[in-house]
């Protein structure tokens, strides 16, 4: 799977979730930037942990959320803070 394809996996159900609570503009470009960095963070595990899942609808989160013990440090961290950053708005 190519890296743009994972991303866009990643970026769509996150964004289109974030864009639903209706984020002020500023909070949608602080919510992008945490997306980029956990597109980055989480790359690797997603390939390793959640291969088979078929994106979209929230599954590659919800399938990462069910491996939370086995996910690397800096995806725990880009997950922890856009969620903090979600529950916010």
């Given at each position: 799977?190519?890296r ?71 995806c ?14």
């Open positions: 799977m190519s743009a394809a994972l991303a866009t996996m990643l970026a769509v159900p996150l964004v289109a979730f974030g864009l639903s609570l209706g984020l002020a503009s500023g909070a949608r470009a602080q919510t992008a930037e945490q997306l980029t960095a956990l597109r980055t963070a989480c790359e690797a595990d997603v390939k390793k942990l959640c291969a088979g899942v078929q994106p979209g609808g929230g599954r590659l989160v919800q399938c990462l959320k069910e491996h939370k013990d086995e996910v690397t440090p800096p725990q961290a880009s997950l922890g803070a856009l969620a903090a950053s979600l529950r916010k708005q």
